[in-house]
């Protein structure tokens, strides 16, 4: 609890200078690249429910904050404690370089998951509009991702006739060299390493914050 906040804080420079808690980045600083992204939870009293929301730190004042619980990336797991199954999966599927974006993905993706355990790709592709990465071409991250949400239907006839796999297109899973056509690794990860995730073992929101 901080006493006597001064108001033009921000709450990314609370929780990167106040609370040493450096796992959220600052990049734009305007809103416009998810870099500082975090989760708010806050009890919403006429529906009696908890309401979870990724939002950007470097654009929220610290103050606006009050009676909200705010999660962040160390906040869900590290290597010491164990990673939360966001982390590990983005991790081990390639989805980091540099990884200045990663803790943003990491708190959209968890963002998500409180709200919907099971999303669809769509919703999750929806939930990354505000998140932006300038190593990883979103592939991996996404594909990494894609683990979380619920199966999708392949469309039945590809390109050719009909010859990709999957609705695809007939080259995906080869290197074309003019010459000879080479198969690639068709997977980036094997999922059979990923934890479960399991909503249940997730941060409870503060019985201090809940009023009725
Ligand atoms: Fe870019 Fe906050 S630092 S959205
Ligand atoms: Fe470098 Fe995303 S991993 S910006």
Redesign the pocket.
């Known amino acids: 609890m901080q006493k006597n906040p001064n108001p033009e804080w921000t709450l990314?420079y609370f929780l990167r200078f106040k609370l040493r808690l450096c796992g959220t980045?600052?990049?734009?600083?305007?809103?416009?690249?998810?870099?500082?992204t975090v989760l708010q939870a806050k009890f919403d009293e006429s529906t009696g429910k908890i309401v979870n929301a990724a939002i950007?730190?470097?654009?929220t004042p610290l103050c606006s904050t009050h009676g909200s619980a705010i999660i962040t990336t160390e906040g869900i797991g590290s290597v010491k404690a164990g990673l939360h199954p966001v982390q590990e999966r983005i991790a081990k599927s390639h989805g980091t370089q540099c990884g200045f974006c990663t803790p943003g993905f990491v708190m959209s993706m968890y963002a998500l998951l409180r709200n919907n355990p099971e999303p669809t790709e769509q919703e999750m592709e929806d939930a990354f509009q505000?998140n932006l990465c300038r190593c990883t071409g979103y592939r991996t991250i996404m594909e990494g991702f894609k683990t979380f949400c619920k199966e999708t239907a392949p469309s039945a006839n590809g390109c050719c006739g009909g010859k990709g796999k999957n609705g695809g297109c007939c080259m995906d899973g080869f290197i074309n060299d003019g010459e000879s056509r080479t198969e690639l690794a068709d997977t980036l990860f094997d999922p059979s390493e990923f934890k479960k995730y399991d909503p249940k073992a997730d941060i409870i929101f503060p019985s201090e914050l809940q009023l009725n």
């Open positions: 990314l980045k600052e990049a734009c600083g305007e809103g416009g690249c998810g870099a500082c950007n730190a470097c654009i505000g």
